[in-house]
């Protein structure tokens, strides 16, 4: 079993769509998560960190339910230029991270 | 800004070569790391350095060694290039203590033929 499951997608959304990833991690005593963006053929850069409070960077909401070990990101409004892989990660101990497969999304005029 | 570089965009090389991929940051970081990228497998980590000559293994260390000579620029070597080692490898670098916001660098595309 993957540390970090994430469904590769592609999610395939219209401009002004609003769309939600999830991931789910096996770890339970894994403490920080995060999410990053990656451009075609470009390096990966963090997107957000999320809380057990959940939290929101404009249009980007991202929630965390450990009881169900699982992270979740939502896109409101999207845009062209949010076509992206998304990766979700954990922070496991030894302060590595564990990086999931990533999901596609590709927003459509 | 933070700058990692790395000494190639794409390389082939023959199976049985031993393979140099360099990776330099221009931020003082501490920390650096080498993963592969492989679809549907994402990110895997192979080694880590927290400081000047110092390394541990990542997930999959088999194949690889690094070295570390100095604090901007780590090394990963591959003692005896296989096709399995075609894949994508990212060098990353972040300052000590903040591990979880990784600078990456562009990538280097290695194809073993």
């Known amino acids: 079993r993957k540390e970090v499951e994430q469904d590769p997608g592609p999610f395939n959304v219209p401009e002004g769509a609003t769309v939600a990833f999830n991931c789910t991690y096996s770890?339970?005593?894994?403490?920080?998560f995060f999410w990053y963006r990656q451009d075609c053929r470009k390096e990966p850069k963090l997107l957000m960190s999320?809380?057990?409070s959940g939290n929101e960077d404009g249009r980007f909401t991202a929630q965390l339910n450990r009881a169900s070990q699982y992270i979740s990101l939502l896109i409101r409004d999207s845009k062209l230029s949010d076509s992206a892989t998304y990766l979700c990660v954990v922070l496991e101990y030894g302060n590595k991270l564990v990086f999931g497969a990533g999901t596609i999304l590709r927003v459509k005029s | 800004d933070v700058k990692v570089t790395q000494s190639s965009r794409y390389l082939v090389k023959r199976t049985g070569e031993k393979v140099f991929l360099e990776c330099v940051q221009d931020?003082?970081?501490?920390?650096m790391f080498w993963y592969r990228q492989d679809p549907g497998l994402g990110l895997r980590l192979i080694y880590f350095s927290y400081d000047v000559k110092m390394k541990e293994k990542g997930d999959i260390p088999e194949g690889y060694s690094v070295s570390r000579e100095k604090k901007e620029r780590f090394s990963l070597i591959l003692e005896s290039a296989s096709t399995n080692q075609t894949s994508m490898y990212l060098c990353?670098?972040?300052?000590?203590?903040?591990?979880?916001?990784?600078?990456f660098g562009p990538g280097t595309r290695l194809t073993v033929t």
């Open positions: 999320v809380y057990s």
């Open positions: 770890n339970s005593a894994s403490q920080s």
């Open positions: 931020m003082d970081h501490e920390n």
């Open positions: 990353a670098s972040t300052p000590v203590g903040d591990t979880y916001e990784q600078y």
